[in-house]
């Protein structure tokens, strides 16, 4: 089917069809035999798309209107993926002005008050704890004078303050 027909004419495309009623473009990945994979946010092909206990590759997609949330989104799916075992590939996307490669696992670096977090947390912790309790968060932290390091992947946007690390704690 080709798009006006996948939105007139299935179950999803009429139920749906109303989110793209503002778009002169719509979003959708097809095949090099030409078959729509995914026509989102409508509809995913039922032959490639569909999982089962048997599937071992896996080809994630994620689209939105805000390209730096959708990459963040596609970070916390592969890492997720990654804990339950999964080999991470990367995919070189070429855009008319660029080329990226995703998903985007850059280890991210921050220094922050280390007597201010404490100072949040309201009572004593030692460093060995806070290194503890931090990396079953997946971030890794040192410790010099007053100050502590963290360093994590960059699927994370919320780490930017004192109140932020004394919260993981």
């Known amino acids: 089917m080709n798009l006006r027909e996948i939105l007139e004419k299935t179950?999803?495309?009429?139920?749906?069809?109303?989110?793209?009623?503002?778009?002169?473009?719509?979003?959708?990945l097809i095949d090099?035999?030409?078959?729509?994979?995914?026509?989102?946010?409508?509809?995913?092909?039922n032959d490639i798309g569909r999982l089962t206990e048997k599937t071992?590759?896996?080809?994630?997609?994620?689209?939105?209107?805000?390209?730096?949330?959708?990459l963040l989104a596609l970070n916390a799916i592969v890492v997720t993926l990654a804990d339950y075992g999964g080999k991470i590939k990367s995919v070189e996307i070429v855009y008319p002005d660029r080329r990226i490669s995703t998903p985007d696992l850059r280890i991210i670096?921050?220094?922050?008050?280390?007597?201010?977090?404490?100072?949040?947390?309201?009572?004593?912790?030692?460093k060995e704890e806070i290194k503890k309790l931090l990396s079953k968060k997946r971030i890794n932290c040192d410790f010099s004078n007053d100050k502590v390091t963290i360093e994590y992947l960059n699927y994370r946007r919320d780490l930017n303050t004192e109140q932020d690390i004394a919260e993981e704690i």
């Open 32 to 45: 090099s035999r030409g078959k729509v994979i995914s026509f989102p946010p409508i509809i995913n092909s």
């Open 56 to 70: 071992r590759n896996i080809f994630i997609d994620v689209t939105g209107n805000n390209f730096d949330d959708v």
């Open 109 to 126: 670096r921050k220094e922050f008050n280390l007597k201010d977090i404490i100072k949040i947390i309201g009572f004593e912790i030692s």
């Open 11 to 28: 179950k999803t495309g009429k139920l749906y069809g109303h989110l793209l009623s503002n778009f002169e473009k719509y979003p959708i």
